[in-house]
Nanobody, 124 residues
Framework: QVQLVESGGGLVQAGGSLRLSCAASGRTIGRYAMGWFRQAPGKERELVSAIDWIGSNRYYADSVEGRFTISRDNAKNTVNLQMNSLEPADTAVYSC?????????????????WGQGTQVTVSS
């Protein structure tokens, strides 16, 4: 079992930045691909960014490309999401997830473990 706990969410003005962190326990995430998802009220959950087990391949949704950066530190068992130039449309609950496959995963059904999420609110 892998337990995931997100932190770093909060309220920020448009144009600001936040850094989300996902801390894993129970097992090392070094053998897991990781992803960050978000869900806004009344909308479906969407994949924001993903990274493979070693950090050599990354995926970004078109809406965040160039503004968000995903990274991982397997030694510290953490995955981070640096979010810059935030927009009101980025407001959502952000959750990290772990996929037991090593390769980058873009389908939510491929993720086995999920965190509870952290709220990000961007004011205009």
């Amino acid at each position: 079992q892998v337990q995931l706990v997100e932190s770093g969410g909060g309220l920020v003005q448009a144009g600001g930045s936040l850094r989300l962190s996902c801390a894993a326990s129970g097992r090392t995430i070094g053998r897991y691909a990781m992803g960050w998802f978000r869900q806004a009220p009344g909308k479906e959950r969407e994949l924001v960014s993903a990274i493979d087990w070693i950090g050599s391949n990354r995926y970004y949704a078109d809406s965040v490309e160039g503004r968000f950066t995903i990274s991982r530190d397997n030694a510290k068992n953490t995955v981070n999401l640096q979010m810059n130039s935030l927009e009101p449309a980025d407001t959502a609950v952000y959750s990290c997830a772990a996929s037991s496959g090593l390769l980058l995963a873009t389908d939510a059904t491929h993720y086995d473990y999920w965190g509870q999420g952290t709220q990000v609110t961007v004011s205009s």
